[in-house]
């Protein structure tokens, strides 16, 4: 049973983020997530992520649990009938590797779920479009213990639905909002044969359209939004920063980003920005307020222009939920990832003594004799955009600080100096701070 109460919640709601792939459920981690969400290779709705084979997902489980976080199974597609017959064991395997929740959007795979990994939590998925208490009480009669709510409830709505259920409840936070009835939708499937409701939207919705007079082809009249707002497919992306401490005083249990089709530099940001907010607010909910820093890593990376969505539509700065103009905004790009060097690969221990643990944002210790004995710090990087002298990296640290570098020296692996560096490639470089593997480094501009 949920503990909060009418006069409000002090716990502090999960932070929920998306894994598309085992090293995205590392950086997710190793910027503070409490739980992470991902799919096996099948039976999940983001069938364009790269997704974790069998193996990779027995280690996020294993990682999250010797982190002391979570790890959930996206299981949300709806089935096919030709589907059923591989469920079982795939669900039989995921309560054998003791995953710590299965995320369900099919009453048929429910009852599966039920009977083949009846000791998995069954979280039910967006997809169900829950928008009431009676719906939430339905799901739970039929075994569900978590809930998240429907994009299309206001927030008053989710007040008294926390009133009235004692189910954990979850809400999307942040990321890219589908313009369909909780994403029940048939364009992407129609215009190119890839079908939202299994996983493989091609988001034709965001796409840019004209309109064509049958007699005269070739003529494409341009579509502009007028002052009533006519452009209906093109949403912008959720953003509830501000909104953390509302949430979590109604008692939220968890507080779900979305994009695991996104990259590192989105994953680290967006969960470094929620952790210091969920972690503010709960150190002072009176004084919760959002940070010019947290804000600008959301805005330092590629996402449309953002919105409360529906849970806040009357605080919109501009009434709009959608933008028919704005495509896009990237004014920073990842520059790079910080790979473990030879030496923490063969060193293995922290600065304490007990075993490393880069997903915990551990500093590796430094072997004897290795630069580290100085106040520099040789870097690996694997570089993900073009790097050259001069060219400013800033190191997004897991507690939320930046440290800010210019290139100047760097070399390749087997020492030769370099001056430009092209994607996929790795360096090395000396710098004035300490990284850790997986950390994400940005562009300055
Ligand atoms: S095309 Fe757009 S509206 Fe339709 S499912 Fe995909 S994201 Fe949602």
Known sequence: MNDACAGGSRRKPELLAPGGSYEKCRIAFLYGADAVYAAGRDYSLR?????????????????????????????????????????????????????????????????????????????????????????????????????NLAREIHFEDLADIRRNTSAELEVFVHGAMCMSYSGRCLLSAFLNHRSANRGLCSQPCRWSYRLVEEKRPGRYFPIHEDARGTYIFNSKDLCLLEDVGKLAALGVDSLKIEGRMKGALYLAATVRSYRHAIDRWHASPEGYRVESGWREDLDRMSHRPYTKGLLFPDEEVDGETVDAATPYLQTHTLAALVRPSTEELLGGENRNGTPWNPAAGDLPKPPDGHPEATTEHWTTLEVRHRLSTGTALDFLNPDGSTSRHVLDAFEDLRGNPMTVAHPNSWVRLRLPFPTVPLQVVRMCS
């Open 47 to 147: 069938g364009y992520a790269k997704n974790l084979d069998l193996e990779e997902i027995a280690a996020a489980a294993t990682l999250a649990r010797s982190l002391g976080r979570k790890f959930y199974a996206a299981v949300n597609a709806f089935a096919l009938e030709t589907d059923l017959a591989g469920l079982p064991p795939y669900l039989r395997y995921l309560q054998d590797i003791r995953v710590d929740g299965l995320i369900v959007s099919d009453p048929g795979v429910i009852l599966l779920a039920r009977r083949w990994a009846p000791d998995i939590p069954v979280h039910l998925s967006t997809q169900a479009n829950t928008m009431n208490s009676l719906s939430v009480r339905f799901w739970q009669e039929q075994g569900v213990s978590r809930v």
